[in-house]
């Protein structure tokens, strides 16, 4: 069951990539996507993509084996921290939709 539900997940997340693609090309998508493309929940008014904080992490816990703790840390580290200081009007949005901490 946990199999057919990522597998959903990642066909909506390809389903919002590709709408989006075609109203901004440059909108920057987090790699690998077969790892993240599931984590994606919409795209804002800027034609940004938006990700789930909690899915993100959900996807590090299955596909690397980290556990929830290091896989929030992971993705603090590497990649809000490669877009903490990026000026770039394409970067995703990351909304935290459920309490981590």
Do not use: C
Request: hydrophobic share 40%; aromatic share 10%; net charge negative.
């Amino acid at each position: 069951m946990k199999k057919e539900s990522t597998h959903q997940a990642n066909r909506e997340g390809d389903h919002i990539l590709e709408e989006l693609a075609e109203i901004n090309a440059d909108a920057i998508v987090l790699e690998p996507q077969s790892t993240f493309n599931r984590a994606i929940v919409g795209s804002d008014t800027d034609s940004r993509l938006v990700y789930s904080v909690t899915k993100i992490i959900s996807a590090l816990v299955d596909e690397d084996g980290m556990d929830e703790q290091e896989a929030l840390e992971w993705f603090e580290f590497n990649t809000l921290g490669t877009f903490s200081g990026m000026d770039n009007i394409n970067k995703p949005i990351f909304i935290y939709d459920e309490f981590i901490f």
